[in-house]
């Protein structure tokens, strides 16, 4: 790519203080109309896999976006956007700070005092300190759920399953501790599978916060209900066990904290109900399929009431119509645990480069002002009308 004279000794210092291990960052300002939402851009240098890259930061009015480009690469980025999206940049050097104005086709470069005393770390590759960590005998269930091999390293297959589990201990980790930690602490897991997040959650709460729960998985699957049993009593796990059966039908008298991850459809519900009628102090649940709203607003929004609809246009979308279907069920689930008297919160969690997206609802019991649940009953009533549904699984189970 051919550069106007002045922007390619902008270039050249760049690469020359890379070079001389000088370059601290950069910063494009100033964008043209040709930007359109892109509002800046910034850039360092960062260490990926011993390479050195640049890494650029780009600022849009909703959102950020990173890429990484190497040194070389660099040079034919900046200058396209210099050339279209803004008017000014400004390096930062050790020597000096190179700042290049861009006035209709002309470039003017001009060398200011230095601002920057040292160069940035360009470590990328940190090691992230995790709650669930392999580094201790202690650890030996993780083996035997398949996640480490025989000499305690995290097996290539199971990376991104030790991240989801130290994600969710993560998150339950400043949620527990929210609790009264002066009485005995009961988990239930509600649809535990093969116990992953059951086995990391007890490791937890023992190992690291130095509690003495009561942890219990409830599964369907006999043969999964006897394994987790068999890796418990193997690690001495004297509070953690397994029982079979399904969700609706275990008694959660007396249990603190409510936890089913991609409980399917109304079992999702199920457990919610379970949580709120024996007041829990905290619900956490990870929905999966949203078939019993999807359904009726699929029977309920046709012809003229979806012409009419003022989501009409989108819904008529199958992907559009699911993911409605989805918020949709989760707020109703929310204003439900709000109208029993939980403070609510509902985000999406774990990186989408690991696994796909999920969303997770969690609650804290409170003391509801009457005015806050009689507010989300209205809520409740109004979402139900404007989607056409005339049943919910879980409002049902709480009436």
Same mark, same amino acid.
Not at 175 to 184: E, F, G, N, T
Not at 205 to 228: A, H, Q, S, Y
Not at 251 to 267: K, Q, R, S
């Given at each position: 790519m051919k550069y106007n004279r002045t922007l390619a000794i902008w270039l050249t210092d760049l690469t020359d203080a890379i070079a001389a291990n000088q370059f601290v960052r950069l910063a494009l300002t100033k964008p043209t109309p040709a930007a359109d939402d892109l509002k800046s851009v910034d850039a360092r240098l960062i260490t990926v896999k011993r390479e050195l890259k640049l890494s650029f930061t780009y600022h849009y009015k909703t959102r950020d976006i990173v890429k990484n480009y190497t040194p070389d690469e660099s040079k034919d980025v900046l200058a396209k956007l210099m050339e279209k999206s803004f008017t000014q940049a400004r390096m930062f050097t050790l020597p000096s700070d190179n700042l290049l104005v861009k006035a209709g086709k002309d470039f003017t470069l001009t060398r200011h005092g230095a601002t920057e005393k040292q160069v940035l770390d360009t470590s990328h590759d940190k090691p992230k300190q995790r709650l669930i960590t392999t580094q201790d005998g202690a650890k030996a269930y993780l083996h035997a759920l398949g996640i480490t091999d025989a000499q305690g390293n995290v097996r290539k297959d199971a990376q991104d399953k030790f991240r989801q589990i130290n994600k969710?201990?993560?998150?339950?980790?400043?949620?527990?501790?929210?609790?009264?930690?002066?009485?005995?602490?009961?988990?239930?897991?509600?649809?535990?599978?093969?116990?992953?997040?059951?086995? @990391?959650?007890? %490791?937890? #709460?023992?190992?690291?916060? $130095?509690?003495?729960?009561?942890? &219990?998985? =409830?599964?369907?699957?006999?043969?999964?209900?006897?394994?987790?049993?068999?890796?418990?009593?193997?690690?001495?796990?004297?509070?953690?066990?397994?029982?079979?059966?399904?969700?609706?039908?275990?008694?959660?008298?007396?249990?603190?904290?409510?936890?089913?991850?991609?409980?399917?459809?109304? @079992?999702?519900? %199920?457990? #919610?109900?379970?949580?709120? $009628?024996?007041?829990?102090?905290? &619900?956490? =649940?990870?929905?999966?399929?949203?078939?019993?709203?999807?359904?009726?607003?699929?029977?309920?929004?046709?012809?003229?009431?979806?012409?009419?609809?003022?989501?009409?246009?989108?819904?008529?979308?199958?992907?559009?119509?699911?993911?409605?279907?989805?918020?949709?069920?989760d707020t109703l689930r929310a204003l439900l645990l709000e109208k029993n008297g939980y403070e609510t919160n509902v985000f999406e969690f774990i990186a989408g480069e690991h696994t796909p997206k999920n969303v997770m609802i969690t609650a804290t019991r409170t003391t509801a002002a009457p005015h806050t649940t009689a507010r989300a009953a209205e809520q409740i009533s109004s979402l139900k009308s404007q989607f056409g549904i005339t049943a919910q699984h879980l409002e049902n189970a709480l009436s």
């Open positions: 969710y201990v993560e998150i339950l980790d400043g949620l527990v501790k929210s609790l009264p930690q002066d009485k005995p602490l009961k988990v239930a897991d509600m649809g535990s599978g093969k116990g992953y997040l059951t086995f @990391a959650l007890y %490791d937890h #709460l023992t190992t690291n916060l $130095k509690r003495n729960p009561t942890v &219990i998985g =409830v599964e369907f699957r006999p043969d999964m209900v006897k394994l987790c049993n068999e890796i418990a009593k193997q690690n001495t796990f004297t509070g953690l066990s397994f029982v079979q059966g399904g969700i609706a039908d275990y008694d959660c008298t007396g249990t603190d904290v409510i936890i089913a991850l991609h409980a399917c459809d109304t @079992a999702t519900d %199920d457990a #919610l109900a379970k949580g709120i $009628k024996a007041g829990a102090q905290l &619900i956490v =649940v990870a929905p999966c399929c949203h078939k019993q709203i999807r359904k009726q607003m699929n029977q309920n929004l046709t012809g003229k009431k979806l012409e009419n609809h003022s989501l009409g246009s989108a819904l008529r979308f199958g992907t559009y119509a699911e993911r409605t279907a989805e918020m949709v069920t």
